[in-house]
Protein backbone atom coordinates (compact mmCIF):
# COMPACT_ATOMS: atom_id res chain seq x y z
CA UNK A 1 0.00 0.00 0.00
CA UNK A 2 2.83 2.17 1.35
CA UNK A 3 5.26 1.58 -1.76
CA UNK A 4 3.99 1.28 -4.81
CA UNK A 5 4.81 -2.52 -6.41
CA UNK A 6 8.42 -2.56 -8.58
CA UNK A 7 9.69 -5.12 -9.72
CA UNK A 8 12.93 -4.56 -8.65
CA UNK A 9 11.53 -3.48 -5.48
CA UNK A 10 13.19 -5.49 -2.34
CA UNK A 11 10.81 -7.95 -0.79
CA UNK A 12 9.30 -7.70 2.76
CA UNK A 13 11.62 -10.67 3.86
CA UNK A 14 14.77 -8.77 2.12
CA UNK A 15 13.43 -5.46 4.37
CA UNK A 16 13.52 -7.68 7.67
CA UNK A 17 16.48 -9.13 6.96
CA UNK A 18 18.01 -5.25 5.95
CA UNK A 19 16.30 -4.26 9.50
CA UNK A 20 17.90 -7.37 11.81
CA UNK A 21 21.24 -6.41 9.99
CA UNK A 22 20.79 -2.46 10.91
CA UNK A 23 19.74 -3.36 14.76
CA UNK A 24 22.69 -5.83 14.88
CA UNK A 25 25.02 -3.01 13.32
CA UNK A 26 23.90 -0.52 16.24
CA UNK A 27 24.23 -3.41 18.88
CA UNK A 28 27.76 -3.60 18.08
CA UNK A 29 28.57 -0.14 18.61
CA UNK A 30 27.35 -0.53 22.10
CA UNK A 31 28.16 -4.12 22.82
CA UNK A 32 24.51 -5.15 24.51
CA UNK A 33 20.95 -4.10 24.40
CA UNK A 34 17.70 -4.85 23.42
CA UNK A 35 18.60 -6.99 20.40
CA UNK A 36 16.99 -10.42 21.32
CA UNK A 37 13.35 -8.06 21.11
CA UNK A 38 14.71 -6.34 17.82
CA UNK A 39 14.99 -9.67 16.04
CA UNK A 40 11.82 -10.61 17.40
CA UNK A 41 9.75 -7.76 15.93
CA UNK A 42 11.75 -6.74 13.00
CA UNK A 43 9.04 -8.72 10.27
CA UNK A 44 6.29 -7.20 12.08
CA UNK A 45 7.77 -3.79 11.11
CA UNK A 46 9.11 -4.78 7.97
CA UNK A 47 5.27 -5.46 6.70
CA UNK A 48 4.50 -1.73 9.05
CA UNK A 49 6.61 -0.33 7.00
CA UNK A 50 6.85 -1.07 3.68
CA UNK A 51 3.35 -2.80 3.05
CA UNK A 52 0.51 -1.19 5.68
CA UNK A 53 2.00 2.42 6.13
CA UNK A 54 1.56 5.60 4.36
CA UNK A 55 4.73 8.02 4.77
CA UNK A 56 6.77 9.94 2.98
CA UNK A 57 10.58 9.26 3.64
CA UNK A 58 11.29 12.63 3.17
CA UNK A 59 8.96 14.17 5.41
CA UNK A 60 8.51 12.21 8.37
CA UNK A 61 6.00 14.92 9.92
CA UNK A 62 4.02 14.93 6.90
CA UNK A 63 0.22 15.85 7.71
CA UNK A 64 -1.25 12.42 5.84
CA UNK A 65 1.07 9.67 7.24
CA UNK A 66 0.21 7.35 9.46
CA UNK A 67 1.37 7.32 13.09
CA UNK A 68 3.47 4.75 14.41
CA UNK A 69 3.97 4.95 18.47
CA UNK A 70 6.24 2.98 19.85
CA UNK A 71 4.78 2.63 23.49
CA UNK A 72 7.82 0.28 23.74
CA UNK A 73 10.83 2.82 24.35
CA UNK A 74 13.63 0.04 24.50
CA UNK A 75 12.35 -1.58 21.22
CA UNK A 76 14.20 2.31 19.94
CA UNK A 77 16.77 -0.05 18.30
CA UNK A 78 14.25 -1.98 16.65
CA UNK A 79 12.27 1.11 15.23
CA UNK A 80 15.52 2.71 14.03
CA UNK A 81 16.43 0.25 12.39
CA UNK A 82 13.09 -0.18 10.39
CA UNK A 83 13.72 3.84 10.12
CA UNK A 84 16.88 3.70 8.69
CA UNK A 85 15.46 0.98 6.12
CA UNK A 86 12.71 3.52 5.23
CA UNK A 87 14.89 6.32 4.50
CA UNK A 88 13.76 8.52 7.26
CA UNK A 89 17.14 8.28 9.19
CA UNK A 90 20.49 8.38 6.90
CA UNK A 91 22.02 4.88 7.29
CA UNK A 92 25.50 6.58 8.22
CA UNK A 93 23.76 7.65 11.97
CA UNK A 94 23.72 3.93 12.57
CA UNK A 95 27.17 4.47 14.32
CA UNK A 96 26.08 6.66 16.28
CA UNK A 97 23.75 4.60 18.15
CA UNK A 98 23.43 5.42 22.27
CA UNK A 99 26.81 7.96 21.96
CA UNK A 100 26.22 11.54 23.66
CA UNK A 101 24.62 13.78 21.36
CA UNK A 102 23.28 11.19 18.71
CA UNK A 103 19.87 11.72 17.62
CA UNK A 104 19.17 7.78 18.23
CA UNK A 105 19.65 7.22 21.89
CA UNK A 106 19.22 3.89 23.44
CA UNK A 107 15.16 4.25 24.71
CA UNK A 108 12.70 6.23 21.90
CA UNK A 109 12.44 9.95 22.60
CA UNK A 110 9.91 11.83 20.49
CA UNK A 111 11.77 14.79 20.78
CA UNK A 112 15.26 13.51 19.60
CA UNK A 113 14.46 11.55 16.72
CA UNK A 114 12.92 11.74 13.28
CA UNK A 115 9.86 9.20 12.77
CA UNK A 116 9.87 9.17 16.67
CA UNK A 117 6.20 10.23 17.65
CA UNK A 118 6.44 9.51 21.65
CA UNK A 119 9.19 9.44 24.17
CA UNK A 120 8.69 5.92 25.78
CA UNK A 121 10.84 4.22 28.56
CA UNK A 122 8.22 4.12 30.89
CA UNK A 123 6.04 1.88 29.78
CA UNK A 124 1.89 2.00 29.12
CA UNK A 125 1.95 5.26 27.64
CA UNK A 126 1.79 4.69 23.69
CA UNK A 127 -1.49 3.40 24.06
CA UNK A 128 -3.22 6.34 25.65
CA UNK A 129 -1.72 8.92 23.16
CA UNK A 130 -3.02 6.17 20.42
CA UNK A 131 -6.28 7.29 21.81
CA UNK A 132 -6.47 10.78 21.94
CA UNK A 133 -4.18 11.08 18.35
CA UNK A 134 -7.44 8.99 17.06
CA UNK A 135 -9.69 11.46 18.34
CA UNK A 136 -7.91 14.28 16.98
CA UNK A 137 -7.77 12.93 13.78
CA UNK A 138 -11.00 12.11 13.89
CA UNK A 139 -11.64 15.54 14.38
CA UNK A 140 -9.58 17.07 11.37
CA UNK A 141 -11.61 14.35 8.87
CA UNK A 142 -8.21 12.96 8.34
CA UNK A 143 -7.92 9.20 6.83
CA UNK A 144 -4.88 8.91 8.80
CA UNK A 145 -4.29 5.97 11.33
CA UNK A 146 -2.22 5.24 14.32
CA UNK A 147 0.03 2.32 14.50
CA UNK A 148 1.05 1.29 18.01
CA UNK A 149 3.11 -1.42 18.93
CA UNK A 150 3.41 -2.37 22.87
CA UNK A 151 4.62 -5.36 24.49
CA UNK A 152 3.28 -8.14 26.13
CA UNK A 153 4.68 -6.79 29.74
CA UNK A 154 2.72 -4.00 29.26
CA UNK A 155 -0.62 -5.70 29.75
CA UNK A 156 0.61 -5.90 33.02
CA UNK A 157 0.49 -1.87 33.63
CA UNK A 158 -3.18 -0.71 34.32
CA UNK A 159 -3.24 2.23 32.14
CA UNK A 160 -2.96 0.02 29.24
CA UNK A 161 -6.40 -1.43 30.17
CA UNK A 162 -7.85 2.46 30.87
CA UNK A 163 -6.87 2.93 27.24
CA UNK A 164 -8.22 -0.90 25.86
CA UNK A 165 -11.76 0.27 27.38
CA UNK A 166 -11.49 4.24 26.02
CA UNK A 167 -10.61 3.09 22.31
CA UNK A 168 -13.66 1.00 22.10
CA UNK A 169 -16.14 3.07 24.14
CA UNK A 170 -15.03 6.08 21.25
CA UNK A 171 -15.27 3.20 18.28
CA UNK A 172 -11.46 4.57 17.16
CA UNK A 173 -11.43 2.26 14.15
CA UNK A 174 -8.38 4.25 13.04
CA UNK A 175 -6.33 2.75 15.40
CA UNK A 176 -3.72 -0.55 14.88
CA UNK A 177 -1.97 -1.93 17.63
CA UNK A 178 0.33 -4.67 17.35
CA UNK A 179 1.19 -6.14 21.17
CA UNK A 180 4.38 -8.62 20.79
CA UNK A 181 4.16 -11.87 22.62
CA UNK A 182 7.42 -12.63 23.17
CA UNK A 183 6.94 -13.92 26.68
CA UNK A 184 9.84 -12.70 28.30
CA UNK A 185 9.94 -9.53 30.27
CA UNK A 186 12.84 -7.96 32.59
CA UNK A 187 12.24 -11.00 35.52
CA UNK A 188 11.18 -13.69 33.64
CA UNK A 189 8.78 -15.18 31.23
CA UNK A 190 5.49 -12.95 31.03
CA UNK A 191 2.93 -15.21 31.89
CA UNK A 192 4.58 -15.75 34.81
CA UNK A 193 5.26 -12.37 36.09
CA UNK A 194 1.61 -11.77 35.61
CA UNK A 195 -1.10 -13.48 33.74
CA UNK A 196 -2.67 -12.57 30.21
CA UNK A 197 -4.13 -15.26 28.77
CA UNK A 198 -6.54 -15.41 27.02
CA UNK A 199 -5.77 -12.22 25.36
CA UNK A 200 -7.80 -12.68 22.25
CA UNK A 201 -10.60 -13.23 24.34
CA UNK A 202 -10.28 -10.59 26.69
CA UNK A 203 -9.51 -8.03 24.08
CA UNK A 204 -12.65 -8.75 22.05
CA UNK A 205 -14.59 -8.81 25.02
CA UNK A 206 -13.52 -5.66 25.88
CA UNK A 207 -14.76 -4.42 21.92
CA UNK A 208 -11.40 -4.69 19.89
CA UNK A 209 -11.38 -6.38 16.29
CA UNK A 210 -8.51 -9.25 17.11
CA UNK A 211 -5.95 -11.78 15.30
CA UNK A 212 -3.44 -13.40 15.97
CA UNK A 213 -0.78 -14.61 14.32
CA UNK A 214 2.52 -15.66 14.58
CA UNK A 215 4.59 -12.48 14.19
CA UNK A 216 7.17 -14.41 12.51
CA UNK A 217 5.63 -15.11 9.45
CA UNK A 218 5.47 -12.44 7.11
CA UNK A 219 2.52 -14.23 5.45
CA UNK A 220 0.39 -14.12 7.84
CA UNK A 221 1.53 -10.41 9.67
CA UNK A 222 0.39 -9.42 5.60
CA UNK A 223 -2.94 -11.15 6.06
CA UNK A 224 -3.74 -9.43 9.50
CA UNK A 225 -2.77 -6.30 8.94
CA UNK A 226 -4.78 -6.77 5.80
CA UNK A 227 -7.80 -7.39 7.40
CA UNK A 228 -7.59 -5.08 10.09
CA UNK A 229 -7.67 -2.50 7.51
CA UNK A 230 -10.62 -4.03 5.61
CA UNK A 231 -12.11 -4.60 8.87
CA UNK A 232 -15.58 -2.78 8.63
CA UNK A 233 -16.79 -2.56 11.98
CA UNK A 234 -16.19 0.32 13.88
CA UNK A 235 -13.72 -0.59 16.32
CA UNK A 236 -9.93 -0.74 17.21
CA UNK A 237 -7.89 -3.01 16.12
CA UNK A 238 -5.33 -5.19 17.02
CA UNK A 239 -3.16 -7.84 16.12
CA UNK A 240 -1.52 -10.30 18.84
CA UNK A 241 1.82 -11.13 17.67
CA UNK A 242 3.44 -14.71 18.84
CA UNK A 243 7.12 -13.73 18.11
CA UNK A 244 10.31 -15.27 18.62
CA UNK A 245 13.08 -13.70 20.90
CA UNK A 246 16.30 -13.64 18.63
CA UNK A 247 14.55 -15.15 15.33
CA UNK A 248 17.06 -15.06 12.82
CA UNK A 249 19.83 -15.76 14.80
CA UNK A 250 19.87 -19.14 15.45
CA UNK A 251 22.42 -18.93 19.07
CA UNK A 252 20.59 -16.01 20.15
CA UNK A 253 17.01 -17.66 19.79
CA UNK A 254 18.54 -20.07 22.54
CA UNK A 255 19.79 -17.95 24.72
CA UNK A 256 18.30 -18.07 28.00
CA UNK A 257 17.37 -14.64 29.83
CA UNK A 258 17.45 -12.57 26.66
CA UNK A 259 15.76 -9.56 27.71
CA UNK A 260 18.67 -7.56 27.62
CA UNK A 261 21.61 -9.56 26.26
CA UNK A 262 25.61 -9.28 26.09
CA UNK A 263 26.93 -9.85 22.96
CA UNK A 264 30.49 -10.33 23.15
CA UNK A 265 32.68 -9.21 20.70
CA UNK A 266 33.29 -11.69 18.58
CA UNK A 267 29.94 -12.88 17.97
CA UNK A 268 28.24 -10.27 16.57
CA UNK A 269 30.22 -11.26 12.91
CA UNK A 270 28.79 -14.46 13.89
CA UNK A 271 25.03 -12.89 14.42
CA UNK A 272 24.89 -11.25 10.58
CA UNK A 273 26.67 -14.03 9.33
CA UNK A 274 24.00 -16.67 11.30
CA UNK A 275 22.00 -13.67 9.66
CA UNK A 276 23.06 -13.96 5.98
CA UNK A 277 23.06 -17.45 5.88
CA UNK A 278 19.67 -18.11 7.21
CA UNK A 279 18.67 -15.72 4.26
CA UNK A 280 19.65 -18.48 1.50
CA UNK A 281 17.21 -20.53 -0.01
CA UNK B 1 -12.89 18.96 65.31
CA UNK B 2 -11.54 15.72 67.13
CA UNK B 3 -12.54 17.26 70.27
CA UNK B 4 -15.94 17.64 69.30
CA UNK B 5 -17.33 14.00 70.51
CA UNK B 6 -15.47 14.67 73.70
CA UNK B 7 -18.23 17.07 75.32
CA UNK B 8 -21.18 18.56 74.38
CA UNK B 9 -20.81 22.29 74.40
CA UNK B 10 -22.59 25.00 73.14
CA UNK B 11 -19.74 26.22 70.60
CA UNK B 12 -21.64 25.26 67.20
CA UNK B 13 -20.40 22.28 65.77
CA UNK B 14 -19.07 22.65 61.85
CA UNK B 15 -19.57 19.83 59.94
CA UNK B 16 -17.69 18.59 57.05
CA UNK B 17 -20.36 19.67 54.70
CA UNK B 18 -19.01 18.31 51.30
CA UNK B 19 -16.34 16.96 50.07
CA UNK B 20 -15.95 20.32 47.79
CA UNK B 21 -16.85 22.92 50.43
CA UNK B 22 -17.24 26.56 49.66
CA UNK B 23 -14.02 28.86 50.47
CA UNK B 24 -16.28 32.15 50.26
CA UNK B 25 -16.49 33.25 53.18
CA UNK B 26 -20.15 34.22 54.67
CA UNK B 27 -21.57 37.14 52.97
CA UNK B 28 -18.03 37.72 50.97
CA UNK B 29 -18.69 38.46 47.30
CA UNK B 30 -18.65 35.75 44.59
CA UNK B 31 -19.12 35.05 40.84
CA UNK B 32 -20.03 31.66 39.63
CA UNK B 33 -17.91 28.91 37.48
CA UNK B 34 -15.41 31.61 36.30
CA UNK B 35 -13.20 28.92 34.96
CA UNK B 36 -16.05 27.43 32.64
CA UNK B 37 -17.21 30.69 31.47
CA UNK B 38 -13.83 31.98 30.39
CA UNK B 39 -13.10 29.23 28.58
CA UNK B 40 -16.31 29.58 26.79
CA UNK B 41 -15.25 32.63 25.76
CA UNK B 42 -11.85 31.60 24.78
CA UNK B 43 -13.36 28.57 22.65
CA UNK B 44 -15.28 31.36 20.78
CA UNK B 45 -12.52 32.68 19.30
CA UNK B 46 -10.14 29.65 19.11
CA UNK B 47 -11.45 26.72 17.08
CA UNK B 48 -8.48 24.25 18.60
CA UNK B 49 -8.93 24.32 22.06
CA UNK B 50 -10.64 21.19 23.35
CA UNK B 51 -11.82 20.25 26.80
CA UNK B 52 -11.35 16.81 28.71
CA UNK B 53 -12.08 15.42 32.01
CA UNK B 54 -12.07 12.02 34.39
CA UNK B 55 -15.99 12.08 35.62
CA UNK B 56 -15.25 15.51 37.52
CA UNK B 57 -16.87 17.70 34.52
CA UNK B 58 -19.45 19.32 36.94
CA UNK B 59 -17.08 19.52 39.40
CA UNK B 60 -14.64 21.42 37.73
CA UNK B 61 -16.69 23.79 36.22
CA UNK B 62 -16.30 22.50 32.70
CA UNK B 63 -19.57 20.94 32.65
CA UNK B 64 -20.39 25.02 31.18
CA UNK B 65 -17.97 24.30 28.42
CA UNK B 66 -19.82 20.99 27.46
CA UNK B 67 -23.13 22.45 27.19
CA UNK B 68 -21.79 25.24 25.19
CA UNK B 69 -19.35 22.81 23.01
CA UNK B 70 -20.53 19.71 23.05
CA UNK B 71 -18.62 18.06 20.19
CA UNK B 72 -15.31 19.26 21.81
CA UNK B 73 -15.97 17.67 25.22
CA UNK B 74 -14.37 14.42 25.72
CA UNK B 75 -15.69 12.59 28.74
CA UNK B 76 -12.61 10.16 28.75
CA UNK B 77 -14.03 8.28 32.30
CA UNK B 78 -13.00 8.22 35.30
CA UNK B 79 -9.51 7.00 33.94
CA UNK B 80 -6.53 9.70 34.88
CA UNK B 81 -3.78 8.15 33.40
CA UNK B 82 -5.72 7.74 30.14
CA UNK B 83 -6.90 11.60 30.36
CA UNK B 84 -3.16 13.16 30.31
CA UNK B 85 -1.90 10.69 27.75
CA UNK B 86 -4.50 11.24 25.18
CA UNK B 87 -4.44 14.72 26.23
CA UNK B 88 -1.13 14.66 25.06
CA UNK B 89 -2.29 12.81 21.74
CA UNK B 90 -4.92 15.48 20.76
CA UNK B 91 -2.09 18.40 21.49
CA UNK B 92 0.27 16.17 19.07
CA UNK B 93 -2.35 16.63 16.51
CA UNK B 94 -2.63 20.36 17.22
CA UNK B 95 -5.84 20.81 19.53
CA UNK B 96 -5.20 23.11 22.54
CA UNK B 97 -6.70 20.42 25.17
CA UNK B 98 -7.77 21.89 28.28
CA UNK B 99 -8.33 18.44 30.84
CA UNK B 100 -9.66 18.65 34.29
CA UNK B 101 -9.46 16.59 37.38
CA UNK B 102 -9.04 17.21 41.02
CA UNK B 103 -5.08 18.09 41.94
CA UNK B 104 -4.52 15.09 43.94
CA UNK B 105 -5.18 13.07 40.89
CA UNK B 106 -2.96 15.04 38.67
CA UNK B 107 -0.09 15.13 40.69
CA UNK B 108 -0.01 11.90 42.12
CA UNK B 109 -1.80 9.57 40.00
CA UNK B 110 -1.19 10.78 36.74
CA UNK B 111 2.30 12.38 37.52
CA UNK B 112 4.44 9.60 34.84
CA UNK B 113 1.91 10.18 32.37
CA UNK B 114 2.01 14.34 32.69
CA UNK B 115 6.14 14.66 33.02
CA UNK B 116 6.62 11.81 29.83
CA UNK B 117 4.06 12.31 27.62
CA UNK B 118 2.98 16.64 28.01
CA UNK B 119 6.39 18.13 29.85
CA UNK B 120 9.14 15.56 28.31
CA UNK B 121 7.07 16.30 24.64
CA UNK B 122 6.38 19.75 25.64
CA UNK B 123 2.69 19.13 24.40
CA UNK B 124 0.02 22.36 24.55
CA UNK B 125 -1.78 21.20 27.29
CA UNK B 126 -3.48 23.49 29.84
CA UNK B 127 -3.92 21.04 33.01
CA UNK B 128 -6.74 22.59 35.29
CA UNK B 129 -7.36 21.40 38.79
CA UNK B 130 -9.96 21.34 41.46
CA UNK B 131 -9.79 21.26 45.01
CA UNK B 132 -5.71 22.40 45.17
CA UNK B 133 -3.75 22.46 48.74
CA UNK B 134 -6.47 22.58 51.77
CA UNK B 135 -10.05 23.46 49.90
CA UNK B 136 -11.81 19.89 50.88
CA UNK B 137 -12.44 18.43 54.37
CA UNK B 138 -12.61 15.33 52.97
CA UNK B 139 -9.13 14.13 54.47
CA UNK B 140 -6.08 13.73 52.65
CA UNK B 141 -7.30 11.48 49.24
CA UNK B 142 -9.25 14.95 48.24
CA UNK B 143 -5.94 17.35 49.87
CA UNK B 144 -3.61 18.49 47.40
CA UNK B 145 -0.95 19.87 50.07
CA UNK B 146 2.00 18.89 47.50
CA UNK B 147 0.81 19.65 43.89
CA UNK B 148 2.73 23.20 43.70
CA UNK B 149 5.89 20.76 44.75
CA UNK B 150 5.46 18.18 42.14
CA UNK B 151 4.56 20.40 39.42
CA UNK B 152 7.52 22.75 40.24
CA UNK B 153 10.08 20.15 39.67
CA UNK B 154 8.91 19.55 36.20
CA UNK B 155 10.98 21.05 33.04
CA UNK B 156 9.00 22.85 30.99
CA UNK B 157 5.89 22.86 33.22
CA UNK B 158 4.07 26.32 33.71
CA UNK B 159 2.63 26.94 37.35
CA UNK B 160 -0.61 29.34 38.20
CA UNK B 161 -2.34 29.14 41.34
CA UNK B 162 -4.73 32.17 40.61
CA UNK B 163 -6.50 34.05 44.20
CA UNK B 164 -9.89 34.71 42.94
CA UNK B 165 -12.64 34.62 40.40
CA UNK B 166 -11.19 37.51 38.51
CA UNK B 167 -7.93 36.04 38.39
CA UNK B 168 -9.15 32.82 36.72
CA UNK B 169 -10.95 34.30 33.97
CA UNK B 170 -8.09 36.29 33.22
CA UNK B 171 -5.80 32.97 33.56
CA UNK B 172 -7.54 31.28 31.10
CA UNK B 173 -6.93 33.51 27.94
CA UNK B 174 -3.28 34.23 29.44
CA UNK B 175 -2.06 30.36 29.48
CA UNK B 176 -3.61 30.21 26.05
CA UNK B 177 -1.69 32.59 24.50
CA UNK B 178 1.20 31.07 25.81
CA UNK B 179 2.59 27.84 23.97
CA UNK B 180 3.34 24.63 26.33
CA UNK B 181 2.22 22.61 28.70
CA UNK B 182 0.75 24.89 31.85
CA UNK B 183 -0.53 23.74 35.43
CA UNK B 184 -3.17 25.93 36.66
CA UNK B 185 -5.03 25.23 40.05
CA UNK B 186 -8.07 26.17 40.16
CA UNK B 187 -11.37 27.42 42.13
CA UNK B 188 -14.79 26.04 41.38
CA UNK B 189 -18.13 26.87 41.56
CA UNK B 190 -18.81 29.63 43.52
CA UNK B 191 -15.99 31.55 43.92
CA UNK B 192 -14.52 34.58 46.04
CA UNK B 193 -13.91 37.72 43.81
CA UNK B 194 -11.66 40.50 45.43
CA UNK B 195 -9.07 41.30 43.46
CA UNK B 196 -11.21 43.44 41.13
CA UNK B 197 -10.88 46.16 43.70
CA UNK B 198 -7.32 46.30 43.08
CA UNK B 199 -7.32 47.45 39.79
CA UNK B 200 -5.48 44.16 39.32
CA UNK B 201 -4.57 42.31 35.80
CA UNK B 202 -3.02 39.20 35.93
CA UNK B 203 0.25 38.54 33.61
CA UNK B 204 1.91 35.25 32.87
CA UNK B 205 5.28 35.12 35.13
CA UNK B 206 4.34 38.68 37.00
CA UNK B 207 3.95 39.14 40.37
CA UNK B 208 1.85 42.40 41.65
CA UNK B 209 2.19 44.40 44.64
CA UNK B 210 -1.12 44.68 45.86
CA UNK B 211 -0.41 46.62 48.96
CA UNK B 212 1.92 48.63 50.41
CA UNK B 213 3.21 48.48 54.56
CA UNK B 214 6.26 49.24 56.38
CA UNK B 215 6.54 46.19 58.71
CA UNK B 216 6.30 43.52 56.85
CA UNK B 217 5.86 41.60 53.49
CA UNK B 218 3.68 38.82 52.90
CA UNK B 219 4.42 37.37 49.73
CA UNK B 220 1.55 35.11 48.71
CA UNK B 221 -0.33 33.14 46.09
CA UNK B 222 -3.60 31.49 45.56
CA UNK B 223 -6.13 31.99 48.26
CA UNK B 224 -3.96 33.00 50.68
CA UNK B 225 -3.49 36.40 48.84
CA UNK B 226 -6.64 36.78 49.83
CA UNK B 227 -6.48 36.07 53.44
CA UNK B 228 -3.19 38.14 53.69
CA UNK B 229 -4.83 41.07 52.18
CA UNK B 230 -8.12 40.70 54.90
CA UNK B 231 -4.97 40.11 57.50
CA UNK B 232 -3.00 43.36 56.46
CA UNK B 233 -6.64 45.06 56.90
CA UNK B 234 -7.15 43.87 60.50
CA UNK B 235 -3.49 44.78 61.12
CA UNK B 236 -3.75 48.31 60.09
CA UNK B 237 -5.78 48.69 63.10
CA UNK B 238 -3.05 47.77 65.11
CA UNK B 239 -0.95 50.01 63.37
CA UNK B 240 0.82 47.57 61.53
CA UNK B 241 1.89 48.03 58.33
CA UNK B 242 1.71 44.92 55.89
CA UNK B 243 2.26 44.41 52.15
CA UNK B 244 0.91 42.13 50.30
CA UNK B 245 2.87 41.12 47.04
CA UNK B 246 0.71 38.20 45.54
CA UNK B 247 2.75 35.90 42.79
CA UNK B 248 0.38 34.02 40.69
CA UNK B 249 2.57 31.81 38.62
CA UNK B 250 4.92 30.09 40.95
CA UNK B 251 7.06 28.85 38.13
CA UNK B 252 8.87 30.92 36.21
CA UNK B 253 8.85 32.53 39.50
CA UNK B 254 9.00 36.64 38.85
CA UNK B 255 12.86 36.95 40.74
CA UNK B 256 12.80 40.94 40.02
CA UNK B 257 9.82 41.45 42.11
CA UNK B 258 10.22 39.70 44.70
CA UNK B 259 14.24 40.55 45.20
CA UNK B 260 12.86 44.05 44.85
CA UNK B 261 10.33 44.15 47.15
CA UNK B 262 12.11 41.70 50.27
CA UNK B 263 15.31 43.53 49.67
CA UNK B 264 13.47 46.89 50.98
CA UNK B 265 15.46 46.96 54.47
CA UNK B 266 13.45 46.99 57.96
CA UNK B 267 10.65 44.60 56.93
CA UNK B 268 9.70 40.96 58.12
CA UNK B 269 9.28 38.83 55.22
CA UNK B 270 6.39 36.15 55.26
CA UNK B 271 5.70 33.80 52.66
CA UNK B 272 1.97 32.59 52.87
CA UNK B 273 0.60 29.33 50.31
CA UNK B 274 -2.26 27.08 50.80
CA UNK B 275 0.22 23.87 50.55
CA UNK B 276 2.41 22.49 52.42
CA UNK B 277 5.28 24.02 53.69
CA UNK B 278 7.95 21.61 51.71
CA UNK B 279 8.92 22.69 47.89
CA UNK B 280 6.41 25.24 46.96
CA UNK B 281 6.61 28.91 47.02
CA UNK B 282 7.96 29.79 50.26
CA UNK B 283 10.94 27.29 49.84
CA UNK B 284 11.01 28.85 46.13
CA UNK B 285 11.35 32.20 47.77
CA UNK B 286 14.06 31.19 50.56
CA UNK B 287 15.96 29.35 47.82
CA UNK B 288 15.97 32.78 45.79
CA UNK B 289 16.69 35.42 48.46
CA UNK B 290 19.51 32.77 49.76
CA UNK B 291 21.10 32.76 46.21
CA UNK B 292 21.09 36.69 45.23
CA UNK B 293 22.16 37.26 49.17
CA UNK B 294 18.99 38.80 50.54
CA UNK B 295 18.63 38.18 53.75
CA UNK B 296 15.31 39.19 55.81
CA UNK B 297 13.90 38.05 58.78
CA UNK B 298 12.16 35.24 57.23
CA UNK B 299 8.89 33.05 57.89
CA UNK B 300 6.42 30.91 56.35
CA UNK B 301 2.82 30.07 56.60
CA UNK B 302 1.65 27.31 55.19
CA UNK B 303 0.14 23.81 55.71
CA UNK B 304 2.27 21.24 58.08
CA UNK B 305 4.31 18.22 56.89
CA UNK B 306 1.74 15.57 57.85
CA UNK B 307 -1.43 13.91 56.49
CA UNK B 308 -4.05 16.57 57.08
CA UNK B 309 -7.25 15.66 59.19
CA UNK B 310 -10.53 16.13 57.77
CA UNK B 311 -13.45 18.21 58.90
CA UNK B 312 -15.10 21.48 58.42
CA UNK B 313 -12.79 23.65 56.57
CA UNK B 314 -13.04 26.68 58.72
CA UNK B 315 -11.94 24.81 61.23
CA UNK B 316 -8.97 23.24 59.58
CA UNK B 317 -7.79 27.07 58.20
CA UNK B 318 -7.75 27.90 61.62
CA UNK B 319 -5.65 24.73 63.14
CA UNK B 320 -3.25 24.54 60.46
CA UNK B 321 -2.83 28.39 60.33
CA UNK B 322 -3.88 29.57 57.23
CA UNK B 323 -7.25 31.57 57.98
CA UNK B 324 -7.14 34.79 58.18
CA UNK B 325 -7.92 35.30 61.97
CA UNK B 326 -4.25 32.93 62.43
CA UNK B 327 -1.89 34.62 59.95
CA UNK B 328 -2.83 37.79 61.30
CA UNK B 329 -2.00 36.54 64.84
CA UNK B 330 1.15 34.45 63.68
CA UNK B 331 2.70 38.12 61.89
CA UNK B 332 1.82 39.92 65.46
CA UNK B 333 3.92 37.15 67.25
CA UNK B 334 6.54 37.17 65.07
CA UNK B 335 6.92 41.30 65.31
CA UNK B 336 6.16 41.33 68.62
Given at each position: ??????????????????????????????????????????????????????????????????????????????????????????????????????????????????????????????????????????????????????????LDEGSKWEAIMSAAHHKLDN????VDVNNQQADGPSKQMLGFEP??????????????????????????????????????????????????????????????????????????????????? | ????????????????????????????????????????????????????????????????????????????????????????????????????????????????????????????????????????????????????????????????????????????????????????????????????????????????????????????????????????????????????????????????????????????????????????????????????????????????????????????????????????????????
Amino acid sequence: MATPTLTNAPTLAQRARNIRRNALLMGEVQGQGYIAQALDIADVLAVAYFHAMRFRAEDPVWEGRDRFLLSNGHYAIALYAALIEAGIIPEAELETYGFDESRLPMSGMASYTPGMEMSGGSLGLGLGIAVGMALGLKRKNSAARIFTLFSDGELDEGSKWEAIMSAAHHKLDNIIAIVDVNNQQADGPSKQMLGFEPLVDKLEAFGWFVQRVDGNDLDAVVGAFDAATAHAEPKPRIIVADTLMGKGVPFLEQREKNHFIRVEPHEWQLALSALNAGDQP
Amino acid sequence: MKSAGSTPSAKPRLTTSAMIASIAAEGQRTKPAPFGHALVELARSRGDVVGMTADLGKYTDLHIFAQAFPDRYYQMGMAEQLLFAAASGLAAEGFMPFATTYAVFASRRAYDFIHQTIAEEDRNVKIACALPGLTSGYGPSHQAAEDLALFRAMPNMTVIDPCDAHEIEQVVPAIAAHRGPVYMRLLRGQVPLVLDEYNYRFELGKAALLRDGSDVLVISSGIMTMRALEAAQALSDDRIGAAVLHVPTIKPLDTEAILREAGKPGRLVVVAENHTVIGGLGEAVATLLMRSGVHPAFRQIGLPDEFLAAGALPSLHDRYGISTAEVKRQIKDWLR
